[in-house]
């Protein structure tokens, strides 16, 4: 057997994940609460369900039906078939929860409507419910929205389809039992939603607000459910107290009915039970009515029937009718000699009924009870006593009040639907209610009772009789409102004592709730003076619960934790003043490596680099290596010390690997700390540094390639720890880059001069030969009128070609000024421009413009001498390809070298040509 622990750590659901969205943790809390709330609910409607049968079978209820069995245990499958999804929300797989709890509350309700009738359009509207409120989760994936839409679809249809189709009879929503089981479905669903809502919607501030909100709505939700049922069953029970006072009614009126019946048949019968007063209403049907003893019988029949009449005093009329329904006697001389062939009590007289009811041939609206008795001869029908009687006395029973309710009426109803006695719409009412409908058109249905609409179309609670004898019914009929009105006032009794109860529930569980967030909140208040730094936050520990239990972990906790800061002020000190220290040091590092990164050159930068750092650092001695370009040597390049001075005039260097401080980081790639110079066998004993007692050399790495060694040297030992390692190494990083930075630009700035050198020189050198080489003209002239060739350079042009420089001369006395501006191509003159003007001055504007023009004048001489060569070299190509070709289409020697020898002298006009091969003797 499982422990009792296995179990509540089964349900116990995981946490939220806080590194989810809002949106996340927000599906997630609304699918735990379901999953925690829903099984529990259905085992309790289980529960309920139960509970109604077993009232229904003791007849606190009216039904006992097993299908209410059969809800509740579909109920507690659904229930225990959620327990599986606890694994699967355990492995945060939310969607998928998602779906099986649809599928299952689906399916929940398809299954209710074959159990349920008239109850198909509410279920489907909770399918249609449900589909939109899981579209409306937001942390719900679009394709489970979907797959839940065309199920929701598939389930609504399968609801519709089944009721339409179920033949056998399902639970009826009219009887109690049913209404029990019914509400309390209501209550649970409305129930289950509220605890969802309580649980995952509402973000309640306080444990103490949800605790009472969750007591509330199950406090509340408990005493509906029970009052709901209370009122049932007493409804039910008040409603059968009155059916058993109806039929207690009715049967008292029947009897009083069938003794005035018996009464009347006694009195009636009195003439027949005597033989000579029917021997002679048998001769007086059969003899002649013209003649003596006729007469004399007719006589005496008739004084003895106004005697019985007068004697009784409940006859209106005593009369007999022969065997073709004419009135041969009748206390009522105007009725004699009338036919009654057509009514009613005739007919029946010739059934052999003896009473029936029936309106007077006088066509009054009084109705009379006839009262027959058949008169035969030789067993053959030949007249019968008639005896009409005015209901009087069965009204009399009819309107006599029991006490049993103020709305109690009983009336007798005819064939004809019509009353006999009088309602309260007065004689004559038509009565078409379900209880005379039983009673007179069923042969089967004598008697019944039941809730129905009256004859004025109000509900009553009614109980009919069938009477054959005199065929009416016997209706008693109790309004019921005045039963429910008076069950209202037991529902409202119950509902004080139960207001009552929830109030004194409700105060119970807000002082529980107190209780329990009580110490909670002073937690939280205690919690807070300890975040704010109040280490003397401390709880009184009285409970022996789980509060107690958290009580005394926080006061340990403060403790430890009070314990604790103190020790860590201390530590915080110390290592603030640690991080003071090397913040500092980092800043002076920044800096350092700020300013080198300025520096215009190598030299500059190491040389303020090594000041920079000796004045922020304070350093007995500074000094910056490189290593030479065969990486055999570190060589001082930078040192602001006299030492260092002397060093760099005596061009210091160490041997990498082999010599110093600087010759071990040099070689390693790793700093290298003398803390006591004394008793350090690296260390290199300069006769200029004798103050050093510890040195450290931090390698200048680019790339994890040393370029170089910055040397530190300090007059106090151990002057260097792994803060000042690591700040320095920092910079020496930084000073690195800045190294190579300055070097790459040296060696730039270099290349890029002989670049422009080569290019300057290749340019002046092409021009010469171009020069050289063309029959062109030296320049040209232009006089106003036209252009003249010249051979020979002016003195002006000349000089400015020399000097690269305008020349600006006035000629004075003739109001002219010559400008002569130099053709500069690469800073290369290539030849010059004179302008001669009519003016004594000229503007700086037109300076500018002239040597704009010589500048576009050179660009353009450039591109025609660079046409020329390439059209020069293309001829030189062509040709060369034409000789190679016309020597290539020859394979004879003799031909190849005769070829040769004309086309090279016709391509060099008066030059020698000669080929000649070598001979073996030559060589």
Do not use: C
Request: glycine residues 6%; proline residues 2%.
């Amino acid at each position: 057997m499982m422990h009792l622990s296995w179990w509540l750590n089964f349900f116990n659901l995981p946490p939220e994940d806080t590194d989810v969205s809002s949106r996340e943790r927000q599906f997630y809390r609304v699918i735990s609460a379901a999953l925690t709330f829903i099984p529990l609910i259905l085992i309790f409607n289980f529960l309920g369900f139960g509970l109604v049968y077993i009232l229904a079978f003791f007849g606190i209820l009216d039904v006992a039906d097993t299908k209410l069995l059969t809800v509740g245990t579909i109920s507690l499958l659904l229930g225990l078939l959620h327990f599986p999804l606890y694994p699967l929300l355990r492995q945060r797989r939310l969607q998928i929860v998602a779906l099986l709890l649809f599928l299952l509350d689906g399916l929940g309700r398809v299954s209710q409507v074959f159990l349920w009738q008239n109850f198909a359009i509410p279920l489907a509207l909770l399918v249609f419910a449900l589909v939109v409120v899981f579209l409306r989760f937001e942390g719900l994936d679009p394709r489970y929205k979907i797959s839940i839409t065309v199920i929701g679809a598939v389930f609504f249809a399968a609801i519709l389809y089944f009721n339409s189709q179920i033949q056998y009879a399902r639970l009826p929503l009219a009887n109690i039992s049913s209404m029990a089981g019914l509400s309390i479905y209501a209550i649970i669903i409305l129930m289950n939603i509220l605890l969802i809502l309580v649980n995952a919607i509402f973000n309640f501030k306080t444990i103490a607000a949800r605790l009472v909100t969750t007591f509330a709505f199950i406090t509340i939700m408990s005493a509906v459910a029970t009052l709901v049922i209370a009122a049932l069953g007493n409804f039910y029970y008040s409603r059968e107290q009155v059916f058993v006072q109806l039929k207690g009614v009715s049967d008292i009126k029947q009897s009083q009915i069938g003794n005035i019946l018996t009464a009347m048949d006694n009195e009636i019968s009195i003439p027949i039970k005597d033989p000579l007063t029917y021997q002679r209403i048998q001769f007086l049907l059969q003899a002649k009515r013209d003649n003596f003893s006729y007469q004399f019988n007719y006589d005496l029949i008739r004084a003895n029937f106004v005697k019985l009449r007068e004697q009784s005093n409940r006859y209106d009329e005593i009369f007999i009718v022969d065997s073709l329904g004419q009135v041969l006697i009748s206390t009522t001389r105007n009725n004699e000699k009338q036919f009654y062939t057509g009514q009613r009590f005739f007919t029946r007289v010739l059934q052999g009924e003896t009473f029936t009811i029936d309106t007077p041939p006088t066509g009054t609206a009084s109705t009379s009870l006839l009262i027959m008795k058949p008169i035969e001869k030789n067993g053959a029908f030949i007249g019968a006593i008639v005896a009409r009687s005015s209901l009087n006395e069965i009204k009399a029973v009819m309107e006599t009040k029991t006490g049993i309710a103020s709305t109690l009426e009983t009336y007798l109803v005819g064939t004809d639907y019509t009353s006999v006695t009088v309602t309260r719409a007065g004689a004559g009412t038509l009565v078409s209610t379900d209880a005379t409908i039983n009673a007179i058109g069923s042969s089967n249905t004598l008697a019944g009772k039941g809730i129905y609409a009256n004859y004025q179309q109000e509900a009553v609670l009614g109980n009919y009789a069938y009477i054959p004898a005199i065929e009416t019914v016997l209706v008693s009929e109790v309004k019921q409102q005045e039963v429910v009105g008076s069950i209202l006032r037991l529902i409202f009794s119950n509902l004080g004592v139960g207001f009552f109860t929830a109030l004194m529930a409700f105060a119970i569980v807000f002082v529980t709730s107190r209780s329990i967030s009580g110490p909670i909140t002073d937690l939280v208040v205690r919690a807070n003076r300890l975040a704010k730094g109040d280490m003397s936050a401390s709880l009184t520990v009285d409970r022996q619960d789980e509060i107690g239990q958290l009580e005394e972990t926080f006061n340990t906790v403060a403790s430890e934790l009070q314990i604790l800061i103190q020790t860590l002020e201390q530590k915080v000190t110390d290592r603030t003043e640690d991080l003071q220290k090397q913040a500092s040091r980092l800043r002076v590092a920044a800096e350092v490596a700020r300013d080198a990164t300025t520096a215009r050159s190598l030299d500059e930068l190491l040389n303020r680099s090594a000041q920079l750092v000796l004045d922020r650092f304070d350093f007995y001695h500074t000094g910056i290596f490189l290593i030479d370009a065969r990486h055999e040597y570190a060589v001082l390049r930078a040192s602001p010390t006299e030492a260092g001075r002397a060093m760099l005039e005596r061009k210091h260097q160490l041997k990498v690997g082999q010599v110093g401080i600087v010759g071990s980081a040099a070689a390693s790639g790793e700093p290298h700390i003398a803390l006591d110079t004394g008793h350090d066998a690296t260390y290199f004993d300069n006769p200029l540094l004798p103050n050093t007692r510890s040195e450290m050399g931090l390698p200048l790495k680019v790339n994890d390639q040393v370029i170089g060694v910055l040397d530190v040297q300090s007059e106090k030992a151990e002057a260097f720890n792994q803060d000042d390692i690591a700040s320095l190494q920092i910079m020496a990083d930084q000073l690195a880059l800045a190294i190579q930075r300055a070097q790459l630009v040296e060696q730039l700035q270099k290349n890029l001069a002989d670049l422009e050198l080569a290019y300057q020189q290749f340019t002046l050198s092409s021009w010469r030969n171009f020069s050289n080489a063309a029959q062109n003209h030296t320049g040209y002239q232009f006089d106003g009128t036209k252009i003249i060739a010249l051979n020979n350079l002016p003195t002006e042009t000349a000089d400015v070609i020399r000097q690269g420089k305008s020349a600006l001369v006035s000629q004075s006395g003739e109001n002219k000024t010559m400008l002569a501006v130099p053709v500069k191509l690469r800073d290369q003159v290539i030849g010059a421009l004179k302008l001669e003007f009519n003016s004594a001055t000229l503007s700086a504007e037109t300076v500018k413009l002239a040597e704009e023009i010589a500048a576009r004048l050179a660009v353009a001489l450039e591109n025609a001498r660079l046409y020329t060569e390439s059209k020069n070299q293309a001829a030189r190509d062509r040709l060369a390809s034409e000789i190679s070709t016309k020597i290539g289409s020859s394979i004879n020697i003799e031909n190849i070298l005769r070829t040769t020898v004309q086309e090279l002298g016709r391509i060099t006009p008066g030059a020698e040509v000669i080929v000649k091969i070598k001979k073996e003797q030559e060589s």
